[in-house]
């Protein structure tokens, strides 16, 4: 059995999911979202956003992170803020000793929804219904799940890979 | 008398220069490059980044930092990449306890060479002659000093302004 976290990176939200995997099967064991302060300096807010992650990464102890990859069809203001949290949610997971695994994000709503093209409501959904038995706050934390759900479909064929392609 | 530190972050190569400042007198410390691998995964590198910064900060400990604003005129893939080696260097000063004080552009060039327009070149060759006694290697770790100049210039009023405006 090992655990499996999903990242969905923001620099106001980055939602979390983590999973047990036991074989083919999978349990659902946590998620949520830590919020940096809207406040503050930008390398404050990064600080704290960090920390938060941290946290959950020593709570539950994942050992691979899966996460969206970059989307680069958004302007680029956005995609630096969206860049700053993103390498501050990497360090987080690298620091903490585990492996990130990156996954574009049409094949991760295939692996989840089965068509690369579901809207975030439809992810949210699916993700409910594959993943029973905790509750799925918000669409952050069904993405960072969806990113998880999309890894523990494809880690044996990475395995497989291991030092070759990736 | 303190030590500021200017930082120029990239993916590959982050610049960095520290400089004393005791009343109006400045005097460069040290100044260089590091640079993150070029293969590997990003969150490794991002990490080999981060572990690279927090010994430059860690063996010439400075207590406030400065760093260019957020450039927006390029493409969101630039921007994406640049943002994730952007937030792991503020991170890696907010996690060391500095103060970070960010300087749009325009700003640095105009403190250094008198015109915001300036060339990389340009900002390059001042900094040599603003700050002589050690060798500048390249255009990163000039950038950086820029940086850590222009915030020698106007740390007095920032901090009259503390807690106010910015």
Redesign the interface.
């Known amino acids: 059995m090992i655990r499996l976290v999903g990242l969905d990176p923001g620099l106001r939200r980055t939602g979390w999911g983590v999973l047990e995997v036991a074989g083919s099967r999978l349990r659902p064991v946590a998620c949520g979202v830590v919020a940096a302060p809207e406040r503050g300096?930008?390398?404050?807010r990064?600080?704290a956003l960090?920390g938060a992650l941290e946290e959950v990464l020593r709570a539950f102890e994942p050992v691979e992170?899966a996460v969206e990859e970059?989307v680069?069809?958004?302007?680029?203001?956005?995609?630096?803020?969206?860049?700053?949290?993103?390498?501050?949610a990497?360090?987080a997971?690298?620091?903490a000793g585990i492996?990130?695994h990156?996954y574009a994000a049409r094949r991760i709503k295939q692996a989840v929804t089965g068509t690369g093209g579901a809207s975030k409501e439809q992810v949210w959904r699916m993700v409910q219904v594959l993943l029973p038995g905790i509750p799925i706050p918000n669409g952050d934390a069904a993405d960072a799940l969806a990113a998880a759900l999309c890894h523990a479909h494809h880690r044996s064929s990475l395995a497989a890979f291991a030092g070759g392609r990736?």
Chains 1, 2 share one sequence.
Do not use: D, I
């Open positions: 300096s930008l390398a404050r990064l600080e960090y992170a970059t680069v069809n958004r302007n680029p203001a956005t995609s630096l803020k969206l860049g700053q949290a993103r390498g501050v990497l360090l997971a690298a620091r492996e990130v990156e990736r």
